[in-house]
């Protein structure tokens, strides 16, 4: 029997159900079941992930591989079960195939959308589950504004870039440094069809030597801002929201939307509006979104923050469009 602290665990893996749609089913680092913070399962259909931020013993690996087994098993499913473990310690990293196979290339879905997942190689899976309010939220003002640009900024896989178009939206410029994830996008892109053929360009660019272009480029109605926290040589959050805000205002149309996102436990809301008040004043704020339920955190600030910010009348800053590609001093 597994120890009593793990059994929200086991009862999670209990209530799994068949479904075509990614997604968490067990979010112990959200801190409400004690004694499991390190952990945490995911469903990328038709493959389960356990993530562990401490090492587990193989005999509770065994016990989870035998939950997992008669669940899958009473959800009568045609293919065998297929799991993978990753765990994720001081630094480090370790993903084993537990039983079964992972698709390749692997296809999810979310809200009747397709994107390109990898399990089996990084930390980073292709898509990030947490940000589903996120996608919907830009889908619907993509919807509620027809035709509207927008810039995705560190696109990743351009997967707010697939809800952009599927709502509406007429033209979407993803710029992200990896040229390798813009090329997943690419791939996300032509597998969500007539929704992601059309509008969608991509940058594989810096975003602090790239304002002209970007500036030149707009005005956006909407600007995505999803950074890493912190990654050496590209964002640092400390230092670099300041950095990206300060410009921020010089991108959006006059009423344009912004929803800036921040994605570490160490820093906390107040920071972020902190930053926007001091370095883009001009921008009111309009909400912080909601995670998703599956994401259900003791501690608000802990969790992933998205916030959306309003530009005033005189977006754009002068009207004139920078002439160099660097940053303003």
Partial sequence: MPAAHLAPLFDAIARLQAGEDVGRLFHGRGGLYPGCEHLALDVFPPVVMLTSFEPLDEALLAEIGVALQARWQGLAQAQPLSWVYQCRHEGQSETRLMAGAVP?????????????????????????????????????????????????????????????????????????????????????????GEHGLKGASYLAHDLFTSWGKLIRGGPYELVIADPPSYQKGS?????????????????????????????????????????????????????????????????????????????????GADGEPAVNEGEKP
């Fill in 235 to 315: 964002f640092v959050a400390t230092k670099d929201y300041a950095r990206l805000l300060r410009r921020l205002p010089e991108l959006l149309a006059p009423g344009g939307q912004v929803l800036l996102a921040l994605n570490t436990p160490k820093l906390t809301e107040a920071f972020l509006r902190e930053q926007v008040a001091e370095h883009a004043p001009s921008l009111q704020f309009i909400e912080r979104l909601a995670n998703p339920p599956a994401f259900a955190d003791a501690d608000p600030d802990r969790a992933l923050k998205v916030l959306v910010y309003r530009a005033g009348p005189q977006a």
């Fill in 104 to 192: 390749e290339p692997h296809w999810v879905q979310e809200d009747g959308a397709r994107y390109q997942v990898h399990l089996l190689r990084g930390q980073n899976h292709g898509l990030f589950l947490d940000m589903a309010a996120g996608r919907r939220w830009v889908r619907a003002q993509a919807q509620a504004q027809p035709g509207i640009k927008v810039l995705n900024l560190f696109a990743y896989t351009c997967a707010f870039s697939v809800a952009a178009l599927r709502g509406g939206a007429s033209q979407v410029v993803n710029l992200d440094m990896a040229s390798g994830a813009l090329s997943i996008g690419r791939r996300n892109h032509e597998a969500n």
